[in-house]
Each structure stands twice: as C-alpha cells, then as structure tokens.
T-cell receptor, first 113, second 113 residues
Framework: NAGVTQTPKFQVLKTGQSMTLQCAQD?????MYWYRQDPGMGLRLIYY???????DKGEVPNGYNVSRLNKREFSLRLESAAPSQTSVYFC????????????FGSGTRLTVV | GDSVTQMEGPVTLSEEAFLTINCTYT??????LFWYVQYPGEGLQLLLK?????DKGSNKGFEATYRKETTSFHLEKGSVQVSDSAVYFC????????????FGTGTRLKVLA
C-alpha cells in the first residue's frame, strides 16, 4: 500500500547509544516531517524538510539530527540517547502547500533506559 | 504564536450518542484547519479539513465547520459507534508558504456498547 513506512517499530536503547530512525514515502510528496508524541503534550515537531535538499528545525530539535537522503527518504538520528527521548516518533509527509494534510507513518516506539 | 486548544479528555459516551469535541485556535493569518484520528497502535489519519471560513469538512459521519468569528472548529458526529473509539487531534497550518502544522494535545474518545 502507498504511504509512509517507518522502521523500526520498536526499539530499546541504553543511555548514550546512538540510532537512526528511517522513514520513506512513495507518494511523491515534497515535504517530510518528524514529530514526537508524549502523553499530554500532543505532537511536537522535531525537524522538517520542506523539499529535497532542505531541512529546518522545529519546536524540539535538541539532541536530534536529520538527513533528507532523497525525495523519498528522511531519517532521524539520535547521536547520544537520553531517557528524555523516550517517546513515540512519527514521520509524516505532505504535498507542498498549507491546504494539504499530512500522511503519517505508523510510528516508532523508542525507550531509552 | 499560533496555537490549538482542545477539550480535555477522556470523553466517554454510549453507542449512538451525539459527539462534540471542542477545538479553538489562535492564528495571526488565515489557517487551514484539520481533524486527525489516531486508533490504538497506529499513526494519525486525516479525518477532515476546511481551508477557509464557513467551510464545512465532513467524512465518515463526522463534521466540523470553520468558524472565524469564534475561532473554532468543533468536531461533531450524530451517532457514535464503538469503532469510533480513538484519540482525535485538531490541527492548523500556519500562514502562507509554510509547511508546518500545529497540533492540539488530543482528546481521547471511548464509546461503550
């Protein structure tokens, strides 16, 4: 099925370890996003890429880096994981423009111990 | 800055009851407004949208009207089903030429048979 694919679905890390969350979309969307979802906080934007070759910080970028590898793929890297980064991470994509909604992936549940 | 405020949950209803989930927003420009639904263990799915004042978005029996005078976009359904149990998020897109969306904190709906 067409959509946004995230890997892995679950991950447990030890404090200080690094990992990369992968995201790919096959809808030819220009824009891609990474959000984290925490109880009572809703969704908070970490980084986004308005188009291939560009990335920008969102609301909570500290401790993360991103790479827009090509039009399809947008990865999120945690260089040195901290317990505060325990969360559910969602990747999303959209066609260009504020009238378009997002298509979300199914999420990655990350626990940092 | 722009913001979205949703009613606190959880909302618990009996099957076939009428549903209203309140959403109000603050925006300096003319945002587009969205409702997303998240079923357990899944990512968010676009439920409906409205792109200008007085527009009504509708989908799967759900409706919401973009009210500029009250800065509201309340979600309604005439007769809820157990399968509607989920978390509902209100969201807006910021201004012209931007690609970021602001989400409310979500409202959990539980429908009892």
């Amino acid at each position: 099925n067409a959509g946004v694919t995230q890997t892995p679905k679950f991950q447990v890390l030890k404090t200080g370890q690094s990992m990369t969350l992968q995201c790919a979309q096959d809808m030819n969307h220009n824009s891609m996003y990474w959000y984290r979802q925490d109880p009572g906080m809703g969704l908070r934007l970490i980084y986004y890429s308005a188009s291939e070759g560009t990335t920008d910080k969102g609301e909570v970028p500290n401790g993360y880096n991103v790479s827009r590898l090509n039009k399809r793929e947008f990865s999120l890297r945690l260089e040195s994981a901290a317990p505060s980064q325990t969360s559910v991470y969602f990747c999303a994509s959209s066609a260009r423009g504020r009238f378009e909604g997002y298509t979300f992936g199914s999420g990655t549940r990350l626990t940092v111990v | 800055g722009d913001s979205v405020t949703q009613m606190e949950g959880p909302v618990t209803l009996s099957e076939e009851a009428f549903l209203t989930i309140n959403c109000t927003y603050t925006a300096t420009g003319y945002p587009s407004l969205f409702w997303y639904v998240q079923y357990p263990g899944e990512g968010l799915q676009l439920l409906l949208k409205a792109t200008k004042a007085d527009d009504k978005g509708s989908n799967k029996g759900f409706e919401a009207t973009y009210r500029k005078e009250t800065t509201s976009f309340h979600l309604e359904k005439g007769s809820v089903q157990v399968s509607d149990s989920a978390v509902y998020f209100c969201a807006l897109s910021e201004g012209e030429g931007t690609y970021k969306y602001i989400f409310g904190t979500g409202t959990r709906l539980k429908v009892l048979a």
